[in-house]
């Protein structure tokens, strides 16, 4: 626990530390909390730090969560909440963790694996008792920050956001903003002389919305019952551990004061188990030993003493320690005021640009803090591949504390608790690409104000992610894991963000010029922490970021700050085309509404994935009744709604769907967003409870489609536009084979990631020829073109007699074709899916199909195959179209290529006659984009225009506009 267990130890055994409290009375009255002045007539502000909070302004813990979220029940709350703030005189900032806090990443690395098995424990208990579970296994659904942060903005509640260090800088905020107090729950503010803290954990609203409590924590009690003065807290935080030194480091210290003779001196060891001893003992015997020292300013005399004991990295530990003083220091003294417009007062600015924590040191006599190097050591170490010499940040885990041990007695502590063990590994790249300054001084300004998805600062400064557990079933192999599922979009999203597509055209360009081979452009590349089934979060995986196939996506700067109609347009082309929806009707809204737009590219998303079935006919039908319900917007009524049993798979596809809106929420910001925040609102098309009771009556009662609308023939209607938009150019007739799930982390160090072959391209119309690389001189002739530019030809030698001629060989440089792309990722179902995986031209992918046997990506059907190989010359080779249709795979011909089989359509209707299509083939046509002709579309196209107009989706790029000026 170390220092984190603190606040509870505060909780437990100082009860009169802990003092309840009515926010509505401290404003009406002229004093804080008893203690500090405030004017008449203003308003008592309050800084409240979400990340402790979270549970908190969702709602609570009942039981509704575990579906996917139930989110008009926490606009309702929210709505009450504003509202008692507002008429009882306070006023609200919520403060929201958008920083990476890599020093902090073995701690976010432990709660993963403790929430990965607490997912387990839901699904078993869901299957095997059909009820939610217990509130101790509360597991916030995914989404559920982003989902807050849009509900305060829609109330109108000031919120802001991290970007380094998220406790340093909400103690600054607090400070220099002139906040009464904090509400958190964390033991680092309980440690850094915050006068006035509020509990966030105890926050309550009454049922009447009158009455606000909590909890004030007095903090002068706590340091009267531990005897020990405030002003030694920072060497108390230290010596407790923490993120910089962790406790598994001070566990020979932390037995050292306990002595032989101590109760617990018996259970230091078990089976070569490192335990450390209960957090309340080790609380009671620090204090006492930072009481005792005699000269707190001389740290090196304190290191020396704490790690005499110390058998290993002993001068690693004393320099740790030494920073632990130094960071429990800033965050106890007021930072210093810097002059010149900065993001946050006492801020400074990176090398990247973003505001860092200015370093204050006290008053030399008080603490001799030395200035070492502010980063992790590294150290060289053997890879998980067997490769030495890796570059890793050695870290130390954490192994199990406080169990019960049989009555050994050794003298001495044993060497394993010196010895260093990691709890994660990170691998070194290269640095991501450079971004434009006024772009990103527009990214950070969303980013501070809390109107940005905090993945799309932290891709652009750091290149890294981390993605957190949701509940899924390990057990279940009929649906992936989610970080799996999404990682093409977030593909495609790096790809935007970098101008990935933009790039590789000034490559081509400059090479046509040169008159040369394009030069490789070096693969960018994203490094995602994630905990799934075969993948621990203890290291990263390494993502390519990819372009668009189909089109090229402009510059970021013109992406986001372009006025003009086509990069409007172009904005929502860039979205779609992550969702893998830049279809017509997706845009059509007399089958789309404007609010269920985001609903749709997730839902057709997850019909498009490859290799095993998603989301069924049935599945689909409930998603969409449910969004067209009059009961999602009637909180109170869900509440009363009953389940008798649960469904796991249900509660499972809640967890994808919101999973997905996510994803969505960061593609629309990293695209410049294109759908107003207020179009975004999960409240407006989902609820994981009114979604379960719609799934059961489908799945168990089998409901025709009318009852299932409630009876409602309008909203049977709208449902049936709905999915036959989502179902557009979609062919579903077969699913390829089941893929496996991919081996267990798969890492990438720059040394062996391959590059791809330099040189021409080849274009093969001829038969079985290979798509890499350079072939042999053919003997029918060919010619070299240089994007698309004829530079040369040659003839070929005679052919055989009585053989038929084939068409001209064509080396492409420069062209559409760039070869293989490479998505360094460790699922082979993912790589398939992403559109920019594969460079295929038309004569190529037609090769593909007919000596692989397999479908090209995104290939929409039968028919449009058919036009391919006509019109690459080489249909009659082969005899009829229905052989293409069966060397394709595409033919209806096993009992698993029935629609029904795949959950989409009826077994007496044709694909093509899917929901009310009557055998229309150009629904099929894929390739027809939702935003064909930039400036034709924006004016013929309602929904757009509804979208772009005037108010307030284009709120945020005046603002940034404003800001951009103001800068400049």
Avoid at 499 to 511: I, N, T
Avoid at 811 to 817: E, N
Wanted: charged residues 20%; aromatic residues 8%.
């Amino acid at each position: 626990m170390g220092v984190q267990g603190f606040q509870e130890y505060i909780e437990k055994h100082c009860a009169s530390a802990v003092v309840p409290v009515e926010l509505q009375k401290l404003a009406r009255g002229s004093l804080v909390g008893g203690g500090r002045n405030r004017p008449p007539q203003t308003p008592l502000r309050l800084l409240v730090d979400a990340e402790n909070c979270l549970h908190r302004l969702y709602g609570g813990f009942y039981n509704d969560w575990v579906s996917g979220g139930q989110w008009n029940h926490m606009l309702s709350y929210l709505a009450s909440l504003s509202k008692a703030c507002f008429s009882g005189n306070i006023e609200l900032v919520v403060f929201f963790n958008g920083a990476l806090e890599k020093p902090r990443l073995h701690e976010w690395v432990k709660k993963q694996i403790n929430d990965r098995q607490t997912a387990q424990q839901i699904m078993s208990h869901v299957q095997n008792k059909g009820t939610p579970p217990p509130k101790v296994w509360f597991l916030p659904p995914v989404c559920m920050s982003h989902c807050i942060r849009l509900a305060l903005l829609r109330f109108r509640v000031k919120v802001a956001q991290s970007i380094e260090d998220h406790h340093q800088e909400v103690i600054a905020f607090c400070r220099e903003n002139g906040f009464h107090g904090l509400l958190a729950y964390d033991s680092d503010y309980a440690l850094c002389n915050i006068q006035y803290y509020f509990s966030a954990h105890a926050l309550k609203l009454s049922r009447n919305g009158k009455s606000l409590t909590t909890n004030q924590y007095l903090m002068h009690e706590v340091a009267k019952q531990l005897d020990l003065n405030p002003s030694r807290f920072v060497i108390f935080a230290a010596l407790l551990g923490n993120h910089i030194l962790p406790d598994e480091d001070l566990a020979a210290f932390h037995w050292s004061l306990l002595g032989p003779d101590h109760p617990l001196a018996s259970l230091k060891v078990r089976a070569h188990q490192l335990v450390l001893p209960p957090c309340d003992v080790v609380i009671k015997a620090v204090a006492e030993y930072v009481r005792n020292i005699q000269d707190i300013g001389d740290l090196d005399a304190v290191a020396k003493d704490v790690f005499k004991r110390s058998r290993s990295r002993t001068e690693d530990k004393i320099e740790q320690f030494k920073r632990a003083v130094e960071y429990y220091s800033i965050a106890s003294k007021p930072p210093l005021i810097q002059h010149g417009p900065t993001p946050f007062p006492g801020m400074r600015l990176n090398q990247f640009g973003v505001p860092a924590i200015v370093p204050h040191y006290p008053h030399p006599q008080m603490l001799n803090i030395p200035q070492p190097h502010l980063q992790a050591k590294t150290v060289q170490v053997e890879d998980p591949s067997g490769n030495p010499g890796g570059q890793v940040d050695a870290k130390v885990s954490s192994v199990s504390a406080g169990s019960r041990l049989s009555q050994i007695n050794t003298e001495q502590i044993p060497s394993l608790l010196s010895v260093p063990t990691r709890n994660h590994m990170d691998i070194t790249t290269p640095p991501v690409p450079m971004v434009a300054p006024e772009v990103l001084r527009v990214a950070e300004h969303r980013h501070r104000k809390g109107l940005m998805y905090p993945y799309v600062f932290q891709v652009l400064t750091k290149g890294e992610i981390k993605i957190s557990i949701s509940i899924e079933d390990e057990a279940n192999k009929d649906l992936p894991p989610a970080a799996l599922l999404y990682r093409p979009i977030r593909q495609c999203v790096y790809g935007v963000l970098f101008s990935l597509a933009e790039a590789r055209k000034k490559a081509e360009r400059l090479a046509l010029r040169k008159n040369r081979f394009p030069t490789e452009i070096p693969p960018v590349l994203v490094k995602e922490w994630a905990a799934y089934k075969g993948k621990s979060p203890q290291t990263p995986e390494l993502v390519e970021a990819l372009a668009f196939r189909e089109w090229t996506c402009p510059n970021l700067k013109k992406l986001w700050l372009g006025k003009a109609v086509e990069d409007k347009n172009r904005r929502m082309r860039a979205f779609l085309a992550c969702m893998r929806s830049d279809t017509p009707a997706m845009l059509n809204p007399s089958n789309v509404p404007t609010h269920l737009l985001v609903l749709c590219c997730v839902l057709r998303y997850l019909l498009q994935w490859p290799g095993v079935r998603i989301l069924r006919r049935h599945e689909l039908d409930a998603f969409l009744a449910q969004a067209l319900s009059p009961k999602l917007y009637e909180p109170d009524q869900l509440q009363e709604l009953k389940i008798e049993s649960l469904d796991p798979r249900g509660i499972q596809l809640g967890a994808l769907f919101m999973s997905g809106i996510d994803m969505a929420l960061f593609a629309n910001d990293a695209c410049g967003q294109p759908i107003p925040w207020e179009h975004c609102c999960p409240w407006m098309y989902f609820d994981g409870k009114l979604f379960q009771s719609k799934l059961i009556k489908v799945s168990r009662e089998k409901v025709p489609l009318i009852d299932l609308c409630d009876g409602q023939a309008d909203q049977a209607a709208k449902l049936e536009k709905m999915r036959q938009s989502i179902l557009e150019g979609l062919n579903l007739s077969r699913q390829a084979h089941p893929i496996a799930y991919p081996p267990p982390a798969m890492h990438f160090y720059p040394a062996a990631v391959y590059p791809r072959p330099v040189g021409p391209i080849l274009t093969h119309h001829g038969r079985g020829r290979g798509l890499g690389g350079v072939q042999p001189m053919p003997s029918q002739g060919g010619k070299l073109e240089i994007a698309g530019t004829v530079v040369g030809q040659w003839a070929g030698s005679k052919r055989g007699r009585g053989r038929t001629a084939f068409p001209l060989q064509v080396v492409s440089v420069g062209g559409p074709a760039r070869g293989r792309a490479r998505g360094i990722i460790s699922s082979p179902a993912a790589s398939r899916f992403s559109r920019g995986a594969k460079y295929y031209t038309k004569s190529a992918a037609v090769w593909n199909i007919r000596n692989q046997g397999g479908q090209p990506a995104y290939a929409a059907s039968a028919e449009e195959i058919a036009q391919e190989l006509k019109a690459s010359g080489d249909s009659g080779d082969h005899g009829s179209e229905e052989h293409e249709k069966s060397q394709s795979g595409l033919a209806e011909d096993s009992s698993d290529s029935s629609p029904a089989e795949n959950g989409v359509s009826d077994e007496s209707k044709p694909v093509s006659e899917l929901n009310g299509n009557k055998g229309d083939i150009r629904a099929s046509n894929q390739t027809e984009s939702a935003l064909n002709n930039d400036s034709k579309m924006c004016n013929t196209t309602p929904h757009l225009n509804a979208l772009t107009t005037d108010g307030s989706c284009n709120r945020g790029e005046n603002l940034d506009t404003a800001v951009l000026k103001k800068e400049e």
